[in-house]
């Protein structure tokens, strides 16, 4: 029998759904908001019911019945530090989704509507892999400042997905692979795959590895001390100097990595900062293999730069010598959060209790 799911991936502006029947997509729409309309809510989780009400006009206008849907599966969202996997809907984890333990963040609605509309026809609800996933082992938290330990937050959905996938391919459990999984999107993670778990990754967001298009990924310490008491800088902008304005962004004015391939074909500034890029990626794959202690069986490489070929020669040559590379280009995380639910649908794997 087959399973009918839907999904519900909300960003900032935006909220992106899909309906698949098991694996193959029936259709998806990303359903815009402008600013105008965000402006009016005070908090993220108040946009709620508004981003509700506009799925549910989407399904009338396409005569969609909601009761052939077997499963809701909603993108997690800043819960506490959690294991990876799929997690039930549960009333510690909605509430926890509406105080944004770790922060707020749009992506806190995607459990929250999940919930409220599995509901509404009798499904259970479901969130897959959020970006607080931490498996770290105990040694990896150590920074070298107590009051400071490293934390894991970054693109545990796509990691996570592109993973399972290379094992289903090669025909071997994911537990048994030693893998090290790099994204490269707006933000760059570089993780250690070892036993079924992320045992070591760069945080993506603001903390430490290479640098992104918007992100500065590590940055000497001393110097981003002096310029935080320089005088010169809010708390905001100093933190926007590090996610958003920071990176690729910082040095070139641009996000788009197909832009800087571009400009780095006839401008020197642009190819020094492209060449930086692959050699501070490369570096986080080689420490990640020490991790593994040199036992790699394959490195996979991922995200919407994956879609870049100088790119990925670019880091075969620095990290070739480790362990071949598989690319899995782009980021389907619509597909990636439907196959979580079905893994527990399925019986592969049981849900997690939060």
Same mark, same amino acid.
């Given at each position: ?23 193959? =997509? ?42 052939? =849907? ?8 800043? =819960? ?34 999940? /919930? ?124 926007? /100097? ?9 040095? =070139? ?102």
């Amino acid at each position: 029998m087959s399973i009918k799911s839907l999904i519900i991936n909300p960003g900032s502006t935006s909220t992106k759904i899909g309906v698949f029947e098991d694996e193959t =997509l029936l259709f998806e729409e990303s359903l815009r908001h402008s600013a105008e309309e965000i402006a009016q809510y005070a908090s993220i989780v108040d946009q709620k019911d508004f981003r509700k009400q506009i799925i549910l006009d989407l399904f009338a206008e396409k005569n969609f019945d909601m009761k052939s =849907l077997n499963v809701v599966v909603g993108r997690g969202g800043m =819960l506490k530090p959690i294991p990876g996997g799929t997690y039930e809907v549960t009333d510690a984890l909605l509430a926890d989704l509406k105080k944004g333990v770790q922060g707020q963040h749009a992506s806190n609605l995607g459990g929250i509507l999940a /919930k409220e509309i599995a509901d509404t026809i009798g499904v259970p609800a479901y969130i897959v892999d959020p970006v607080v996933v931490d498996e770290l082992a105990p040694v990896a938290r150590i920074s070298g400042v107590p009051e400071l330990p490293r934390v894991s937050i970054f693109h545990a959905l796509n990691q996570k997905a592109v993973a399972k996938r290379y094992a289903k391919e090669i025909g071997k459990p994911y537990n048994e692979l030693r893998l090290i999984v790099v994204h490269m999107g707006g933000g760059v993670s570089v993780g250690a795959h070892e036993g079924g778990k992320i045992v070591d990754v760069f945080n993506a967001l603001d903390g430490d590895g290479a640098f992104s298009p918007e992100r500065a990924g590590a940055v000497p310490s001393g110097a981003l001390i002096k310029m935080c008491f320089s005088g010169k800088y809010t708390e905001k902008e100093v933190y926007s /100097k590090i996610v958003g304005k920071g990176g690729i962004n910082a040095y =070139l004015g641009t996000t788009d990595f197909r832009e800087v391939r571009k400009m780095a074909e006839t401008d020197e500034k642009a190819a020094a900062v492209m060449e930086a890029f692959l050699y501070q990626v490369s570096k986080d794959i080689g420490a990640m293999s020490t991790v593994l202690k040199g036992k790699v069986d394959q490195i996979i490489v991922t995200g919407g730069i994956a879609y870049n070929d100088v790119v990925i020669e670019g880091l075969k040559e620095r990290a070739g010598f480790i362990a071949p590379f598989t690319v899995y280009p782009g980021e389907d995380e619509l597909l990636a959060l439907t196959q979580g639910a079905l893994r527990v649908m399925n019986g592969e794997e049981k849900a997690m209790e939060y």
